[in-house]
């Protein structure tokens, strides 16, 4: 059973030399690049042809992490202005799955953008086991990070935002895009479909408004809800989403406190959970601009990437 190479491209419109600086500088490198915690350059002999050795190390979490070392050597092309730079690393540690492993990455300089593409491929430890395990979990995961890592250099490249602020607004973003889709499919499922005799159906049978047909009434509002939390968390990148929720949840407890008054006067009104719900979607929202997307780099070689 043999894996596919792990193959991301993407297009950032920048100088070469400042993308060159950013991904061969280690202490820039470490900053974007989700699959490194740390990259020290280890002391070289003055030869310019010797590779560049050096040490990586990454946090998979849990207190621990995983060590290795590396080297790579530059390419430069003079009539075609492209570089490439490759690579072969490895690790000693019985906790790494990953064995060793080659690739490189390639600049191509395309007027005032410069496409970056990047291919490797590594052998595996634990076995068949381990060989599974990379096929389905792991290469997957990790040619995710590197794409989502491309992204975030063009955007600090592109928009000078820095790695640092894109992964704060990377967690803020999914953190409220979470809580605030959880809360639209326990708001459909739970008090609407399985459980409205606790006192949904009693709010619409004293509002007056669905005489005989409270409960079909809930039970289409749950599923709307239903339907809301899926379309959030489909085009959680569209701020106008956000928008008509917010409008929505305004809307909704007004009605249901212009119908029955004394509903306001309760510890936990309609609005106690409106509000919060707005404010999730606020910063759902505010940070929906420029947040890496894997989805942006291509992630299959053509005919141009490989030759």
């Not at 950032?12 to 400042?18: H, N, R, S």
């Not at 989700?34 to 280890?42: A, D, K, T, W």
């Not at 060590?67 to 570089?83: D, L, M, N, P, V």
């Not at 000693?92 to 970056?116: A, C, H, M, N």
Request: aromatic share 14%; with cysteine.
């Amino acid at each position: 059973m043999r894996n596919k190479p792990v193959y991301v491209e993407i297009e950032i419109e920048a100088d070469i030399e400042a993308l060159w600086r950013h991904t061969q500088s280690p202490d820039l490198h470490q900053q974007w690049d989700l699959r490194f915690s740390e990259i020290v350059y280890l002391p070289k002999p003055n030869d310019e042809e010797l590779p560049q050795r050096f040490l990586y190390r990454t946090r998979i979490g849990f207190g621990m992490a995983v060590s290795g070392t590396g080297e790579t050597s530059a390419i430069f092309h003079k009539r075609s202005g492209e570089r490439t730079s490759t690579l072969r690393f490895g690790s000693v540690e019985r906790v790494s799955l990953i064995k060793e492993g080659s690739g490189f990455w390639k600049y191509r300089p395309q007027g005032d953008r410069v496409t970056f593409l990047t291919q490797y491929d590594y052998e595996t430890r634990w076995g068949a086991a381990g060989r599974w395990f990379d096929r389905i979990v792991f290469r997957p995961v990790f040619g995710y990070a590197t794409a989502w890592s491309f992204d975030m250099l063009r955007i600090w490249l592109e928009e000078r935002i820095p790695p640092s602020v894109s992964i704060q607004r990377a967690i803020v973003h999914y953190v409220s895009l979470a809580l605030l889709a959880m809360l639209w499919l326990y708001e459909g499922i739970v008090p609407k479909l399985l459980y409205p005799e606790y006192g949904e159906l009693a709010l619409l049978e004293q509002l007056g408004w669905f005489t005989g047909l409270e409960r079909i009434t809930l039970q289409l509002l749950g599923a709307g809800e239903i339907v809301i939390a899926l379309l959030t968390v489909r085009w959680h990148r569209k701020t106008s989403i956000f928008v008509w929720q917010s409008v929505l949840l305004l809307l909704l407890p007004l009605g249901a406190i212009f119908g029955s008054p004394a509903i306001a006067l309760s510890p936990f009104n309609p609005f106690t959970l409106s509000l919060p719900m707005i404010a999730l979607a606020f910063f759902t929202a505010l940070t929906a601009r420029q947040l890496p997307q894997a989805s942006r780099c291509l992630r299959k070689p053509n005919d141009r990437s490989v030759g």
